[in-house]
């Protein structure tokens, strides 16, 4: 069955470090997203990807964030100065688009800033 | 703005036992699809079940099913015959489907449930 990889599976970087996170999404699919859950809280949403351009992102999602789709299988989520509050577990989704919506999620980063 | 409240931060069942799992959610959007997802202590995002708010029939999926009630903005989960692998958190999610080229997910707070043996 299908599925979302994600890499690596636990990343601790320096504080103002950049990191990159990685994702395929399901070969079909054509949105994709990033999801943020902070230690013990709730799933939000950070960014939403189609057509090859951001088709919408949160406030959590300033100007330290990007999101890439370099070679057509690999999403990335780069975070160019890491601060402490942004210690994380990430997920990478993706979805087929309209009649089949259902995000389908990677299972995680966990991104450690100390 | 869209928000999904799960009032019951923690529940625990016996096995074999039912057990339900409450959600609300507040939008004036008609056109929108509710989630559940489980997350075991893998962490993993797992879809339960979904619900499209313009079937008026109640999604089952196995043990699974909703009571979906959208006048009252109103969308349980219950969980028959409880087993051990259905501890986990399980979290209620809203997409609104009026938006073109996103189909995001809001999330509510959770409810972690665990099985008792």
């Known amino acids: 069955e299908p599925e979302v990889t994600q890499t690596p599976s636990h990343q601790v970087t320096q504080m103002g470090q950049e990191v990159i996170l990685r994702c395929v999404p399901i070969s079909n699919h054509l949105y994709f997203y990033w999801y943020r859950q902070i230690l013990g809280q709730k799933v939000e949403f950070l960014v939403s990807f189609y057509n090859n351009e951001i088709s919408e992102k949160s406030e959590i999602f300033d100007d330290q964030f990007s999101v890439e789709r370099p070679d057509g299988s690999n999403f990335t989520l780069k975070i160019r100065s890491t601060k402490l509050e942004d210690s994380a577990m990430y997920f990478c989704?993706?979805?087929?688009?309209?009649?089949?919506?259902?995000?389908?999620f990677g299972q995680g980063t966990r991104l450690t800033v100390v | 703005a869209q928000t999904v409240t799960q009032s019951q931060p923690e529940m625990s069942v016996q096995e074999a036992e039912t057990v339900t799992l409450s959600c609300t959610y507040d939008t004036s959007e008609s056109n929108y699809y509710l989630f559940w997802y489980k997350q075991p202590p893998s962490r993993q995002m797992i879809l339960v079940i979904r619900q499209e708010a313009y079937k008026q029939q109640n999604a089952t999926e196995n043990r699974f099913s909703v009571n979906f009630q959208k006048a009252a903005k109103s969308f349980s989960l219950k969980i028959s015959d409880s087993q051990l692998g259905d501890t986990a958190m399980y979290f209620c999610a809203f997409m609104d489907l009026s938006m073109p080229g996103t189909y995001k997910y809001i999330f509510g707070t959770g409810t972690r449930l665990k099985v008792l043996a």
């Open positions: 989704a993706s979805s087929r688009g309209i009649m089949n919506t259902e995000a389908f």
